[in-house]
């Protein structure tokens, strides 16, 4: 499975809660506690994110950025950077 | 922005635009209105039009759209957004010119403005954010309303003796010979966002070819309006607008009329 990371600017959130709906590995969650604005903000509760990137298009807030592992190069061991 | 370091393997897949800038956006949460701004700076940036764009803010929720988009934008009175993009087009061929109104502001006070604007051919692009109420005044009855809808000035819901029908002005603009691109799209899932994305390229394209008006209708929700939480509003507009005002093409240079 490819993996994925999600940060969240967590004081841009407005705790809309579209994220969540929106992830289809139902990675994300909001927050037990509050931002500055008083909303509860949406957190990573599960480490099985893709990083499909459904939950940035979403987002009315810009909030989200996705990160995703590189694709392993078969039957290499360690990945290694090769310059073009 | 701060981004945190990029761990060992990972690459960046979606970022915020640059051209969207860092000032919190003042919309409820959940409000599809930042989701449009992000799709039009996104390909704005793509595209690398961010210093020769011009965009026309109206009057409504999106009033401080310039106060978000890293570009010259101009505001204009209520409902007269197009005509303003017009003159704006007009001085400065060369620019990328876009108008960005709300229903009221487009299909209420301003029909005569997007009516003629879009009759004359006017090489611009107008986004159309229908959320069938007025949403920055308080949620009352827009042209757009749907019949049985409940709102601040049609407590009962909308009712046609009273206030008419639902106005398609969207359908209404595609006749017009001045209309090149006419689409209705939406902004409340990812595979949505995706196709508004490709509508705003096309439409730019299209921009630059100087091939005449493109129209880009989004149905979106307003959740504080509506009264609604931001997921319960997505479920309502997919249940209640999409049968109302159906997404796709509704012209395109392929199929110019249809
Ligand atoms: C000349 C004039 N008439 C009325 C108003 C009050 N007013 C402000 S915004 C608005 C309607 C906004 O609704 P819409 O265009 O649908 O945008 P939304 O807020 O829903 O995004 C109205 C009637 C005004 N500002 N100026
Ligand atoms: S990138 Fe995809 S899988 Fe990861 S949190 Fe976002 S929606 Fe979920
Ligand atoms: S969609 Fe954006 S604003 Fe809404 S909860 Fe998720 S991160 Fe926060
Ligand atoms: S009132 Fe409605 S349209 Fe305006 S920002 Fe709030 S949700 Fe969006």
Redesign the pocket.
């Known amino acids: 499975m490819i993996r994925g990371k999600v940060t969240i600017a967590e004081e841009i959130c407005k705790g809309c809660e579209l994220c969540i709906t929106a992830c289809p590995q139902e990675s994300l969650g909001l927050s037990d506690k509050i931002n500055l604005k008083g909303y509860r903000y949406a957190v990573l509760i599960q480490d099985n994110c893709t990083g499909c990137i459904n939950c940035a298009l979403v987002c009315p807030d810009a909030a989200i950025t996705v990160y995703r592992q590189k694709k392993p190069v078969k039957g290499v061991g360690p990945q290694v950077q090769i310059a073009a | 922005m701060d981004l945190p370091p990029i761990t060992n393997g990972f690459e960046l897949v979606y970022q915020k635009p640059q051209t969207l800038t860092e000032t919190p956006m003042h919309y409820c949460p959940g409000c599809g ?1 930042g989701v449009v701004h992000r799709v039009l700076m996104e390909v704005i940036d793509e595209m690398g039009l961010q210093d020769r764009t011009i965009g026309v803010a ?5 009033v401080f759209a310039y106060e978000y988009m890293n570009i010259d934008v101009q505001e204009a ?2 409902g007269r957004a197009s005509a303003v993009a017009t003159g704006i087009k007009r001085v400065l061929p060369d620019r990328v010119v876009f108008s960005y ?6 299909a209420a ?1 301003g029909t005569a403005e997007t009516i003629h604007t879009v009759n004359r051919g006017e090489n611009i692009l107008m986004l159309f ?1 229908n ?1 069938g ?5 308080g949620g009352q009855m ?1 042209p757009t309303t749907l019949l049985g809808m409940k709102t601040t000035t049609s407590p009962y819901g909308r009712e046609t003796s009273l206030a008419g029908y639902p106005l398609k002005i969207t359908e209404l603009l595609a006749q017009l010979p001045g209309s090149y691109y006419v689409t209705r799209q939406a902004a409340h899932t990812a595979a949505a966002v995706r196709k508004l994305k490709k509508a705003v390229q096309l439409s730019l394209q299209y921009q630059l070819l100087n091939k005449g008006t493109c129209f880009i209708e989004v149905v979106s929700n ?1 959740p504080s ?1 509506w009264k609604m939480t931001p997921t319960e509003s997505n479920k309502w507009l997919e249940a209640n607008m999409f049968p109302i005002y159906p997404l796709g093409d509704l012209k395109t240079p392929a199929q110019p009329m249809n």
């Open positions: 209105h109206p009057v409504g929720c999106s009175a209520h109104q709300g229903d009221g502001d487009l006070i954010i959320n109420v007025y949403g920055m005044t827009a307003c309006g």
